[in-house]
């Protein structure tokens, strides 16, 4: 749900890997307040020799639903419509789930 845990899940997948942190967030997209936003990639920001995580926004077509959908805080789909309606945008039957 909100940015600092999405920041720290993609840090810890990165570190797991044992890949370049470039080569792991090409695969990772967050919903996080505001969830209006819809979905944002995750990337490496690098200025003046250090490095950084951010989000960009990105356009996801409903022709290219997720194959895995992680949710934390699971039980925050029932009470906030926003979040339901931006999960529900880019699924299909063959989606898998995974809520914590």
Not at 51 to 61: A, E
């Amino acid at each position: 749900r909100n940015v600092p845990l999405a920041l720290f899940v993609t840090g810890w997948l990165i570190h797991a890997s044992r890949r370049s942190a470039e080569a792991v967030v090409d695969f990772i997209h967050v919903l996080v307040d505001p969830f209006s936003a819809g979905p944002r990639r995750v990337v490496v920001v690098e200025e003046e020799g250090h490095h950084w995580l951010d989000f960009r926004d990105i356009t996801i077509s409903l022709l290219d639903p997720y194959g895995l959908i992680v949710v934390d805080e699971a039980h925050h789909i029932i009470r906030q419509s926003s979040l339901k309606i931006q999960l529900l945008k880019n699924i299909d039957v063959e989606t898998m789930y995974l809520f914590l």
